[in-house]
């Protein structure tokens, strides 16, 4: 699955408080969460784009994000784990957060008189755009096309009843849970995979074979057109997770409106709580999918993973919390790490857009071609290669943000919204 100001801000706003007199001010965690998810997605998006073929070889029976497990040796265990902690999770973390935005615009509009949706039916209009761009030119599994969409319904929805909302949000769980349920089983009884995973390797002896030659030797204009000309399908996974989508979107809005991200007794109390039953619940689902088999690939994805990703909003807030605290006092580290995260979070829109262009130029044949070069060295390479990206992320965040208020991206998206 990796919006523009969703992911950038989450629509601009998402750093700031919605309430009270702490309307307009920042709420730090909101920006670590934001870096967190942005690192957190290349964790799961990298294995796509060094995987032989990329996101079509993926599709065809490449190595992508989910390919199954591999306890047999330190290299297998070691890419089980990188693959199983990120796969899904993330993306349903900025997916939750894309929600928290939604609701601070949402609210701010309402303090100020300002119609609903009003100017945020552009918004999501130009980040429609983005992703068609995003897409065509960088990386198939773009999210940002999918999160417009789903924007502009939950945008509709919060101009509707408590009642309504809340049916809904109920109603798109549970349709999401049996679909996700009902194509685990078509999965698995076709497949006949009903226990113990593939090798998770780097391996792309199945994938297409049109598809790995294209991405390991093709040109840039030539994938461009493969990408156009099979969009139909690589632009299925968000049609398939609309509900999960809608769901998230909707659980992002009443966390914020629950006072899940302040910092007080009750947003402490809420994030404990997002942590216990979130890790308690997520943590045995996704070992269960993990070791029965990459049939379960799809509850892994698509069930397991939003369910741990709120295990992970609530254990990183509680990390925050204590920082908080003046005693202890947080180690020159643990400072820099959260001062990297929240440069990322600021400028997340330039970061998810840079990354996964650094990865195109690492691992296709236009660049550095490594997909190929090193498709036989195991996964480690594939793990370096994402360290990298991010330490150029955080260098190249902090830096910008030491002379400019807003990333490139969030800077060209304001001054041709004229906002």
Not at 136 to 144: G, K, N, P, S
């Amino acid at each position: 699955m990796a919006g523009a100001r969703g992911i950038a801000a989450a629509e601009g706003a998402a750093g700031r408080a919605g309430s009270g007199e702490g309307a307009g001010a920042r709420l730090p965690l909101l920006d670590v969460l934001r870096g967190v998810a942005i690192l957190g997605t290349l964790m799961s998006n990298i294995w796509i784009f060094a995987a032989p073929g990329a996101e079509w070889g993926v599709l065809t029976g490449g190595a992508g994000p989910a390919a199954g497990s591999d306890w047999s040796s330190p290299a297998g265990v070691a890419e089980t784990v990188f693959r199983g902690l990120a796969n899904g999770k993330f993306l349903a973390m900025l997916t939750i957060l894309f929600g928290v935005g939604l609701a601070i615009q949402f609210r701010s509009a309402a303090k100020h008189g300002q119609p609903w949706p009003g100017q945020y039916k552009w918004r999501a209009l130009f980040l429609f755009a983005e992703g068609t761009v995003h897409f065509v030119l960088v990386f198939a599994w773009d999210v940002l096309m999918g999160y417009a969409v789903v924007a502009m319904l939950v945008a509709w929805l919060l101009t509707r009843s408590a009642r309504a909302q809340r049916a809904t949000w109920i109603t798109m769980g549970v349709l999401h849970l049996t679909a996700t349920t009902l194509m685990t089983v078509a999965v698995v009884l076709t497949s006949g995979d009903e226990s113990g995973g593939s090798g998770g390797g780097q391996g792309g002896a199945d994938a297409d074979a049109g598809a790995v030659t294209l991405y390991a030797e093709g040109s840039y204009a030539q994938q461009i057109l493969f990408r156009l000309s099979h969009a139909a399908v690589l632009r299925m996974e968000p049609v398939i997770s609309f509900a999960l989508l809608v769901f998230l979107f909707l659980l992002g809005v009443r966390l914020f409106r629950a006072g899940a991200f302040q910092d007080d007794a009750a947003g402490r109390r809420i994030r404990r709580r997002l942590a216990g039953w979130g890790l308690g619940i997520g943590l045995p689902l996704n070992a269960f999918t993990l070791l029965w088999g990459s049939g379960f690939f799809l509850l892994e994805r698509y069930l397991a993973a939003p369910v741990l990703a709120i295990g992970y909003l609530g254990l990183i807030g509680m990390a925050m919390d204590r920082l908080r605290r003046p005693d202890p006092q947080p180690s020159t580290l643990t400072s820099a790490v959260t001062v990297a995260l929240t440069s990322v979070g600021r400028t997340a829109l330039s970061c998810y857009v840079l990354q996964n262009v650094l990865a195109m130029l690492a691992c296709y044949g236009l660049g550095l071609g490594l997909a190929s070069h090193w498709a036989d060295r195991g996964p480690w390479w594939v793990m370096g290669l994402w360290a990298t990206i991010c330490l150029v992320l955080v260098t190249g965040a902090s830096l910008w943000l030491r002379r400019f208020e807003h990333g490139p991206l969030e800077t060209l998206q304001k001054r041709l919204l004229r906002r």
